[in-house]
């Protein structure tokens, strides 16, 4: 009998002594409670509550934690139904708030992000909420945030994972965009073909003005040489007038053979002449030629005489 009271009293000493010694572990807060009532609250490390009068209420997590927020439907301002889905990230600041404010922290925070997610897609087109993510993550969190402070909640961030049209939708998109990408080749086609029209004309100028510039230049030299031509005629002219006025017969000799050649040539040179007659006698043609190179030797001699009329004498 007296072994059995002392095995109860080391149990009841056991128990005593868990129930007074507590130690809180890295990352959590616990809530005192004395005969159910709110007292404080125990952070990480070791502490002594008294049995039986004192109690530990709630373990909160002070870590930051993720939050899975599931997905549903959504009608936007356009009347289009998406399939959106995120996850949020949260974190008790005041355990005893977090405890005590509200029932289920999970629960009601589920609760109210997903319901102000259909208030802010609801305020949107379709083609803002596929674009402006940032923009409808940054409303949630600013909503969340003020929504959750009573409860000792920080709201970090909240991601919206996916916005998920449905199927029609999405292939009515993908034929608007194939259509714009096809309506923004077209365009760049039609570019593409103006710039070589413009190029093509350009160089159709360029070349007109080259070829205008080349036929001037070249009716300027023919002139020019027309011109050096007729000034040659005149000079030699001058001295055939000019012989035959000092009594030189084989000047008018020079004369009438040069044109004489010139007729020859321009008759043999006739493109419808097969067969060229000559009625005339050849001596006349040689006596001409004879009388070009009289006048070449009198030329020569003449020019000879008047270099040795000006080569001074010697200096003796």
Known sequence: MGQLFALV??????????????????????????????????????????PVMYGIGRKMNMMEQVLDVPSQDVITKDNAVVRVDGVVFYQVLDAAKAAYEVANLEQAALALIMTNIR?????????ESLSQRDAINAKLLKVVDEATHPWGVKVNRIEIKDIAPPRDLVDSMARQMKAEREKRANILDAEGFRQAAILKAEGE??????????????????????????????????????????????????????????????????????MLLLPMEATGILGSLAGIAELAKESLGQQQAGTVRRTPPPVG
């Open 119 to 127: 208030t802010v897609l609801g305020s949107m087109d379709l083609d």
């Open 205 to 274: 100028k360029q070349s007109v003005i080259l070829a205008a510039e080349g036929e001037k230049e070249a009716a300027f030299r023919a002139a020019e040489a027309r011109e050096r031509s007729a000034e040659a005629e005149a000079k030699a002219t001058a001295m055939v007038s000019e012989a035959i006025a000092n009594g030189n017969v084989n000047a008018l000799n020079y004369f009438v053979a040069t044109k004489y050649v010139e007729a020859l040539k321009e008759m043999a040179n006739s493109p419808n002449q097969k």
């Open 9 to 50: 009293v080391v149990v009841v000493a056991v128990i005593i002594l868990a129930k007074l010694v507590r130690i809180v572990p890295q990352g959590y807060e616990w809530t005192v409670e004395r005969f159910g009532m709110y007292t404080r609250t125990l952070t990480p490390g070791l502490h002594f509550l008294i």
